[in-house]
Each structure stands twice: as structure tokens, then as C-alpha cells.
């Protein structure tokens, strides 16, 4: 009982943190953050790789700093001040999928962004032409 209440309240806090941030965006942004955690990719940050849960809770944290201060208007805010290097050292942060090379984060999140507004922006079509 515990663990479900704790986990309503961490509900409810991030979706009370992030009322100042658009409804599309913050669609995008939870998608971003859906897709790195079921990615299986390990992620660095500052040399040391991480499992996609941990990338997910070091980006969220760094995400509600953001939108406390109102910096985060559209998901491609989020991926540059949350999802691309280290505040702390500037070096940027890598993902490394499967046995593939590291690759910076930066460009790895807005190729899955635009493949998820193409995929958005198709459904929405189809539910807006008529049927005959």
C-alpha cells in the first residue's frame, strides 16, 4: 500500500510540475522519455554508463529543475537542456544500443522526436478524412 501510494503522489507531482509545459509537448516529452527507457540502450554520463532507468531518473530530475524555473515550452527545449550533456562538465551524453557504437543523445532523441510527430501527424489524418 506503501509503494502504491508513493507512486500516485510521484504521479501527481510530475503532472502538477509540468502544467506550465504545452499539452503537445509534454506528449512528446513523455514519449522520449517512454522510448529511452524501453530502448535496452546503456547510457553515459561523465564516463560512466547507466541502464536506461537510471538515465531516465538523473533526465527527470534535471527535467522538473526545468520546468520549475519555466524553461521547457516544447519537447525540443527538454532534449536540449535536459537530454543532451552534463550541466555540471559540459560533455555531452552518449547512448549505446545493442553491440552499436556510442552515439551523442542530442541527435538520437530528435530522430525518435520526428519519427513519433510523422507517426502522430499520420493517425491524425486518418481520423480526420472522412469515411464514405
Not at 509537448?25 to 546503456?42: P, R, V, W
Not at 537510471?54 to 527535467?63: R, S
Not at 543523445?105 to 530522430?111: C, E, L
Amino acid at each position: 500500500m506503501k509503494k502504491l501510494m508513493l507512486v500516485a503522489l510521484m504521479l501527481f507531482s510530475t503532472a502538477a510540475a509540468a502544467e506550465g509545459v504545452p499539452a503537445v509537448a509534454q506528449q512528446e516529452i513523455d514519449h522520449l522519455f517512454t522510448y529511452l527507457k524501453g530502448s535496452g540502450c546503456q547510457f553515459s554520463r561523465n564516463g560512466s554508463w547507466y541502464t536506461p532507468q537510471a538515465a531516465v531518473d538523473h533526465i527527470n530530475d534535471k527535467y522538473q529543475y526545468l520546468i520549475h524555473h519555466d524553461m521547457v515550452n516544447t519537447a525540443e527545449d527538454f532534449i536540449k537542456y535536459a537530454a543532451t550533456g552534463s550541466s555540471w562538465s559540459g560533455k555531452p551524453y552518449l547512448v549505446r544500443c545493442g553491440g552499436g557504437a556510442a552515439q551523442e543523445t542530442g541527435p538520437w532523441f530528435r530522430a525518435e522526436l520526428q519519427k513519433f510527430r510523422k507517426v502522430g501527424m499520420t493517425a491524425s489524418a486518418r481520423q480526420a478524412s472522412p469515411t464514405h
